[in-house]
Protein backbone atom coordinates (compact mmCIF):
# COMPACT_ATOMS: atom_id res chain seq x y z
CA UNK A 1 0.00 0.00 0.00
CA UNK A 2 1.10 3.68 -1.03
CA UNK A 3 1.67 5.93 2.29
CA UNK A 4 -0.94 7.71 3.70
CA UNK A 5 -3.56 6.73 1.22
CA UNK A 6 -1.75 8.15 -1.72
CA UNK A 7 -1.67 6.47 -5.35
CA UNK A 8 1.08 4.20 -5.37
CA UNK A 9 4.42 6.27 -6.97
CA UNK A 10 3.50 3.77 -10.14
CA UNK A 11 0.24 5.53 -10.62
CA UNK A 12 1.88 9.25 -9.72
CA UNK A 13 4.64 8.79 -11.94
CA UNK A 14 1.90 7.59 -15.06
CA UNK A 15 0.04 10.49 -14.31
CA UNK A 16 3.31 13.30 -14.39
CA UNK A 17 4.81 14.78 -17.14
CA UNK A 18 8.97 13.63 -17.91
CA UNK A 19 11.16 16.78 -18.57
CA UNK A 20 12.89 16.66 -21.90
CA UNK A 21 11.08 13.03 -22.46
CA UNK A 22 8.28 13.76 -25.34
CA UNK A 23 6.72 9.94 -24.75
CA UNK A 24 4.38 9.21 -21.88
CA UNK A 25 6.45 6.75 -19.39
CA UNK A 26 5.80 2.86 -20.02
CA UNK A 27 5.10 2.11 -16.13
CA UNK A 28 4.50 -1.25 -17.04
CA UNK A 29 8.45 -1.91 -17.94
CA UNK A 30 9.35 -0.03 -14.28
CA UNK A 31 10.19 -2.53 -11.26
CA UNK A 32 10.81 0.35 -8.60
CA UNK A 33 9.88 3.65 -8.19
CA UNK A 34 11.24 6.11 -5.54
CA UNK A 35 10.43 9.40 -4.52
CA UNK A 36 12.59 12.15 -2.41
CA UNK A 37 11.68 15.65 -1.45
CA UNK A 38 14.35 18.00 0.59
CA UNK A 39 13.13 20.74 2.95
CA UNK A 40 15.25 23.83 4.35
CA UNK A 41 13.78 26.01 7.11
CA UNK A 42 15.55 28.07 9.21
CA UNK A 43 15.13 25.81 12.19
CA UNK A 44 16.73 23.19 10.40
CA UNK A 45 15.24 21.25 7.13
CA UNK A 46 14.98 17.35 6.38
CA UNK A 47 15.54 14.85 3.27
CA UNK A 48 12.47 12.28 2.60
CA UNK A 49 12.78 9.15 0.45
CA UNK A 50 9.53 6.25 -0.24
CA UNK A 51 10.69 3.47 -2.14
CA UNK A 52 7.97 1.11 -3.67
CA UNK A 53 7.91 -1.75 -6.08
CA UNK A 54 5.70 -1.35 -9.36
CA UNK A 55 2.86 -3.97 -7.37
CA UNK A 56 2.92 -0.80 -4.74
CA UNK A 57 4.61 -2.67 -1.93
CA UNK A 58 7.13 -0.44 0.21
CA UNK A 59 10.12 -1.07 0.39
CA UNK A 60 11.84 1.87 2.17
CA UNK A 61 10.97 5.18 3.78
CA UNK A 62 13.50 7.54 4.93
CA UNK A 63 12.75 10.67 6.95
CA UNK A 64 16.50 12.43 8.28
CA UNK A 65 17.18 15.50 9.59
CA UNK A 66 19.06 17.93 7.60
CA UNK A 67 20.60 21.34 7.53
CA UNK A 68 21.18 22.65 3.53
CA UNK A 69 22.09 26.35 2.73
CA UNK A 70 18.73 26.99 0.27
CA UNK A 71 15.93 24.14 -0.74
CA UNK A 72 17.50 23.59 -4.30
CA UNK A 73 20.44 22.14 -2.10
CA UNK A 74 17.80 20.16 -0.02
CA UNK A 75 16.58 18.42 -3.27
CA UNK A 76 19.48 17.24 -4.92
CA UNK A 77 20.82 15.72 -1.32
CA UNK A 78 17.28 13.99 -1.21
CA UNK A 79 17.66 12.46 -4.34
CA UNK A 80 21.46 11.46 -4.14
CA UNK A 81 20.17 9.57 -0.40
CA UNK A 82 17.11 8.05 -2.45
CA UNK A 83 18.95 6.59 -5.21
CA UNK A 84 21.67 5.58 -3.45
CA UNK A 85 19.49 3.64 -1.47
CA UNK A 86 17.26 2.10 -3.90
CA UNK A 87 20.72 0.94 -5.22
CA UNK A 88 21.77 -0.75 -2.42
CA UNK A 89 17.91 -2.73 -2.31
CA UNK A 90 17.66 -3.63 -6.28
CA UNK A 91 19.87 -5.64 -8.54
CA UNK A 92 21.72 -4.68 -11.33
CA UNK A 93 20.42 -3.53 -14.48
CA UNK A 94 16.93 -2.45 -12.57
CA UNK A 95 14.36 -0.21 -14.45
CA UNK A 96 13.28 2.76 -12.22
CA UNK A 97 10.92 5.95 -12.27
CA UNK A 98 11.56 8.65 -10.06
CA UNK A 99 9.44 11.36 -8.95
CA UNK A 100 10.66 14.60 -7.39
CA UNK A 101 8.79 18.14 -6.89
CA UNK A 102 11.76 20.11 -8.42
CA UNK A 103 11.78 21.34 -11.88
CA UNK A 104 15.07 22.09 -12.65
CA UNK A 105 16.46 18.66 -10.95
CA UNK A 106 14.00 16.80 -13.01
CA UNK A 107 14.79 18.72 -15.95
CA UNK A 108 18.74 17.97 -15.73
CA UNK A 109 18.30 14.11 -14.47
CA UNK A 110 16.57 13.38 -17.55
CA UNK A 111 19.05 15.79 -19.54
CA UNK A 112 21.92 13.16 -18.34
CA UNK A 113 19.97 9.87 -18.82
CA UNK A 114 19.38 10.59 -22.55
CA UNK A 115 22.81 12.27 -22.87
CA UNK A 116 24.40 8.68 -21.61
CA UNK A 117 21.63 7.12 -23.48
CA UNK A 118 22.39 8.23 -26.76
CA UNK A 119 25.92 9.82 -27.95
CA UNK A 120 24.38 12.07 -30.86
CA UNK A 121 21.87 13.71 -28.68
CA UNK A 122 23.10 17.45 -27.90
CA UNK A 123 22.06 18.01 -24.63
CA UNK A 124 21.27 21.63 -23.31
CA UNK A 125 24.24 23.09 -20.54
CA UNK A 126 23.12 21.86 -16.96
CA UNK A 127 23.12 24.43 -14.31
CA UNK A 128 23.87 22.84 -10.55
CA UNK A 129 23.41 24.94 -7.63
CA UNK A 130 27.45 25.32 -6.93
CA UNK A 131 26.75 23.76 -2.83
CA UNK A 132 25.30 20.60 -4.92
CA UNK A 133 27.98 19.70 -7.13
CA UNK A 134 29.21 16.42 -5.34
CA UNK A 135 25.74 15.49 -4.88
CA UNK A 136 24.98 16.13 -8.56
CA UNK A 137 28.20 14.21 -9.41
CA UNK A 138 26.65 10.98 -7.23
CA UNK A 139 23.11 11.63 -8.52
CA UNK A 140 24.50 11.15 -12.22
CA UNK A 141 27.13 8.16 -11.36
CA UNK A 142 23.68 6.05 -9.85
CA UNK A 143 21.29 7.31 -12.65
CA UNK A 144 24.00 5.53 -15.02
CA UNK A 145 23.86 2.20 -13.14
CA UNK A 146 19.83 1.59 -13.58
CA UNK A 147 19.12 0.09 -16.48
CA UNK A 148 16.37 2.46 -17.44
CA UNK A 149 15.35 5.84 -15.67
CA UNK A 150 13.27 8.92 -16.23
CA UNK A 151 12.71 11.41 -13.86
CA UNK A 152 8.56 12.67 -13.36
CA UNK A 153 8.03 16.19 -11.90
CA UNK A 154 5.14 15.76 -9.66
CA UNK A 155 3.40 18.52 -7.34
CA UNK A 156 4.53 18.50 -3.69
CA UNK A 157 1.24 18.19 -2.29
CA UNK A 158 1.13 14.53 -4.00
CA UNK A 159 4.79 13.60 -3.15
CA UNK A 160 4.57 10.68 -0.77
CA UNK A 161 8.19 12.09 0.27
CA UNK A 162 7.02 15.98 1.26
CA UNK A 163 5.87 15.21 5.10
CA UNK A 164 8.61 12.86 5.74
CA UNK A 165 11.48 15.84 4.47
CA UNK A 166 9.35 18.92 6.22
CA UNK A 167 8.31 16.90 9.75
CA UNK A 168 11.26 14.62 9.99
CA UNK A 169 10.65 14.99 14.19
CA UNK A 170 7.57 13.79 13.67
CA UNK A 171 8.57 11.33 11.50
CA UNK A 172 11.74 9.83 12.56
CA UNK A 173 10.02 6.86 13.50
CA UNK A 174 10.16 5.31 9.54
CA UNK A 175 13.71 4.94 9.73
CA UNK A 176 13.47 2.18 11.82
CA UNK A 177 11.20 0.21 9.76
CA UNK A 178 12.61 -3.39 8.91
CA UNK A 179 14.77 -2.91 6.01
CA UNK A 180 12.96 -5.05 2.73
CA UNK A 181 14.42 -5.82 -0.43
CA UNK A 182 10.63 -6.76 -1.90
CA UNK A 183 11.08 -8.34 -5.40
CA UNK A 184 7.78 -6.92 -7.46
CA UNK A 185 5.23 -9.78 -9.18
CA UNK A 186 7.00 -10.29 -12.23
CA UNK A 187 5.35 -8.62 -15.14
CA UNK A 188 2.80 -9.60 -17.69
CA UNK A 189 3.39 -9.08 -21.62
CA UNK A 190 0.04 -8.77 -22.44
CA UNK A 191 0.64 -9.64 -25.97
CA UNK A 192 1.91 -13.08 -25.25
CA UNK A 193 -1.38 -14.33 -23.56
CA UNK A 194 -3.34 -16.85 -25.14
CA UNK A 195 -7.19 -15.58 -24.68
CA UNK A 196 -9.13 -18.80 -23.91
CA UNK A 197 -10.50 -20.86 -26.85
CA UNK A 198 -14.25 -18.95 -27.75
CA UNK A 199 -17.42 -20.79 -28.26
CA UNK A 200 -17.77 -21.27 -30.85
CA UNK A 201 -14.28 -23.30 -31.72
CA UNK A 202 -15.87 -25.77 -29.72
CA UNK A 203 -17.71 -28.97 -30.65
CA UNK A 204 -21.31 -28.49 -30.33
CA UNK A 205 -21.05 -31.03 -27.41
CA UNK A 206 -19.12 -28.88 -25.25
Excluded at 38 to 57: K, N, W
Excluded at 68 to 85: I, Q, S
Excluded at 106 to 123: G, K, P, Q
Amino acid sequence: MAAYGRPTLRDLFDDSPTPHIAHPPRTHHREFYVATDGSFRAAGGGLGVVIETRDGERVARLSIPDDPPDNNVAEYRALHLGLDVLAARTPPGTRVGVLVDHDALAANANRTVLAARRSDWRTHPVSVPADSRHHWRGIRARLREFGACRVARIQSGENPAHPLANAPDQYGHVNDETNRCVRPIPAVDRREEVPPPSRADRPASD
